[in-house]
């Protein structure tokens, strides 16, 4: 009997599918043009050209935008703010720009509230979670009454210490449902985010609510339409720290699929790190309207404890992504006569001029097609056809603006958009002390293999991979991920105050009940872990950085203090290039995760090549405003152990691989291309 597993990734302009069959061990890819306002259309369509009867998939995972995008578009509810009286205007007071502090330039970031949708509670915990005035549940229950008078779409509750004692929260929501039904969106600031800084964990109850009825309504339709064909897997959902829930409990935590769909490409990294030999990679996702960065470094992936969306700060796990505006669909125009690329893109309608969809402005495709590196016939799999006048004189209503021809033009786009994004590699490796050439570059996403060699080489990295189904690498990522679930623990003390004994008594108990929270996800007691760590600073410093835990016993053993204290210098130097080993240090926070492990997809790989010759043709491609010779050839016409040098161009279903002069390609068993600069091999 045959049986599938699933994922799907939307982005901007296409939708991506794989598929896994568990019978044969095929991997298929696809993709479906993405349907702004009913995105499940897009879904549903892809995944029928794929799978003749959707009854047959029995594990399915899905990387969502909404939340993203209602948060970005501001098109998220109305959301009604509970917070402690006399502090209720900490949310719109925020904290200080501390890194901009001389930033002529600064504007405080636009809260999702409005001052007047804030309304403070009587009732107070003191620091150490003991209550100094009782909840006024009568303010409550007039606040749920204005809630439901006035339209409100959900309601975000944000009390002082909730993270020391969360009583008041708790009761507060039992009031808020009972005027206002149980299926009310209401999001407690202790459980978006049990964590010291009230802004913070008040800014991430905030986002949750404002996105959430969002996201529930898609994943409800979603479930709804995949049950009516059929489908009777539960449908799981990637979260923001790069692990897998079920749809359910995301309807529960919506917050932690804010950026579901970016981080499937970070665990397609890790299962990647596995198969070229290499534990550190610069994970490059370009689609049709951003680009995505990401890492893996010694063979994890860069996961933080906070993250910011246009300014306004959220406290959960997270894979770090940068990410800017440059896709294949960025538009090209002018100003102060300059050329500038993005961040406005043209999305997937009309989509590039060359689409033939009623665009006219020039975009990044656009200037591909027109150097030759883009296939008019098999673009996207076939699904489209290419119109090379529309994007010529797409081309042309800028370059006459600026003095230049179409290739100077069209080279001109993509070095400005290729200069962005390696600019946005820097921000995330450099910035922070890493350095990008000790790394390998990873090329995904629709475009990315179209412009990654260009990216490594003004980086000065020496290899780039482009693995199969490039275009759809996020979505094959998702089906190697686990199940995943984060816990905190605020545990506040001075190095020389720990009591190492309550310190281990505290993780072990998180610990068990996290391990618990896994059996309402299905997963079996075997196939149970959890992994510790500890947020530590120099004592006076407000910022810290994250410790692993060999254990929930660690604390026990002798010198455990000493080791941690090198562990965090260590760490310390690693990042800002200095410490101060010995001086005192502070806990500030325990974190637990739990993984689940879930039934992988196999690693695919290919057959040898039986010789070094393979079907391909020569196409005239321009690289550097000179018409060059190129080898052109299909993905499928590859095997292990062939090699070729540039200028190549390598066309797929999901992506078009371009390899300009001076680099040589390498195929490996796994259909990975290795793409190696020639001349930084020569030198090593």
């Known amino acids: 009997m045959t049986s599938y597993r699933v994922s799907m990734d939307i982005g901007g302009t296409f939708t991506d599918i794989v598929t896994f069959n568990e019978s044969t061990g095929e991997f298929r890819a696809t993709k479906a043009s993405t349907t702004p306002g009913h995105l499940s259309t897009g879904v549903l369509g892809g995944l029928e050209s794929i799978i003749d ?19 970005l578009e501001r098109r998220g509810v109305r959301v009604l703010l509970l917070a402690t009286d006399g502090v209720q205007d900490v949310y719109h007071i ?64 944000g009390y002082l210490f909730s993270y020391r004692n969360p009583a008041h929260e708790l009761r507060t929501r039992e009031i808020l449902r009972e005027v206002l039904g149980e299926d009310f969106t209401v999001s407690l600031s202790h459980e978006a985010a049990k964590e010291w800084r009230e802004y913070e964990r008040t800014s991430s109850a905030v986002i949750e609510a404002y996105t959430g009825p969002v996201v529930r309504s898609y994943l409800v339709d979603l479930e709804e339409k995949l049950t009516a064909r059929g489908v009777d897997a539960p449908l799981h959902i990637m979260q923001s720290s790069g692990g897998v829930l079920t749809a359910k409990s995301a309807r529960e935590r919506p917050l932690q699929t804010l950026l579901s769909g970016p981080v499937g490409g970070a665990i397609g990294g890790e299962a990647l790190t596995k198969i070229v030999g290499n534990d550190n990679l610069i994970g490059v996702d370009m689609g049709g309207t951003s680009f995505d960065v990401s890492l893996v470094v010694n063979g994890v992936p860069d996961v933080s ?96 603006q600026l003095g230049f021809d179409v290739v100077q033009m069209a080279e001109g786009i993509c070095n400005v958009a290729n200069s962005q994004m390696a600019q946005a590699i820097r921000t995330i490796t450099i910035s922070r002390g890493i350095e990008p050439r000790d790394f390998s570059l990873v090329a995904f996403g629709g475009a ?28 094959w990522g998702m089906l190697q991920g686990d199940i995943r679930r984060d816990f905190t623990e605020p545990y506040y003390f001075l190095d020389e105050d720990i009591d190492s004994t309550d310190m281990s008594r505290v993780l072990r108990r998180v610990e068990t009940e996290a391990l618990a929270s896994l059996e309402s996800e299905g997963i079996p007691a075997a196939d149970r872990y959890a992994e510790h760590s500890v947020d530590v600073r120099y004592l006076g410093q407000e910022y810290f950085l994250t410790v692993p835990l060999e254990n929930a016993d660690e604390p026990l053993q002798e010198g455990f203090l000493d080791a941690l204290g090198a ?118």
């Open 53 to 71: 009867d959707l009854a047959d998939i029995d594990f399915i995972v899905h990387g969502t935008t909404q939340g993203l995008n209602a948060f």
């Open 94 to 157: 925020a904290r200080g720009p501390r890194m901009r502090l001389y930033d002529a330039q600064y504007r405080k970031p636009e809260p999702l509230v409005e001052r007047k949708d804030v309304i403070g509670i009587p009732g107070r915990f003191q620091y150490d979670g003991s209550e100094l005035v009782p909840l006024d549940e009568d303010a409550v229950r007039a606040a749920a009454i204005r809630a439901k008078d006035e339209g409100y779409g959900a309601v975000a509750v």
């Open 448 to 475: 990315g293999p179209m412009h990654a060699v260009f990216l490594a080489k003004e980086l000065g990295i020496r290899e780039t991979i482009v693995p199969r189904f490039p275009g759809a690498f996020s979505a």
């Open 305 to 400: 404890t906070e993250a910011t969306l246009e300014g306004l700060p959220m406290l959960m796990s997270i894979v770090n992504i940068h990410t800017i505006g440059a896709g294949g669909g960025s538009v090209a125009w002018v100003e102060a006569g300059g050329l500038r690329v993005g961040p406005r893109s043209a999305g997937a309608q009309p989509g590039p001029a060359c689409y033939g969809r009623g665009g006219t402005e020039p975009t990044v495709t656009d200037a591909n097609f027109v150097l030759g590196r883009v296939d008019a016939e098999n673009f996207a799999g076939g699904q489209m056809r290419l119109d090379h006048a529309a994007a010529v004189s797409a081309i042309e209503s800028v370059g006459e």
């Open 567 to 684: 562990r965090f210098a260590k760490a310390y130097e690693a990042r800002y290039g200095h410490s101060t080993l010995g001086a005192p240090i502070e806990i500030v926070t325990l974190r637990t995760r739990v993984v689940g492990r879930l039934e992988s997809a196999n690693t695919f790989t290919i057959g040898q090549a039986d010789g070094p010759e393979f079907d391909h043709e020569v196409r005239k491609v321009i690289f550097d405003g000179q018409e060059v010779d190129t080898v052109v050839t299909e993905r499928d016409a590859l095997r292990a152990g062939h090699v070729f040098t540039g200028p190549a161009i390598v066309i797929e279903a999901t992506a078009t691989t371009v390899v300009p002069p001076g680099f040589s390609v390498t195929v490996d068993e796994h259909g990975s291309l290795i793409i190696t600069n020639l001349e930084i091999e020569s030198e090593a």
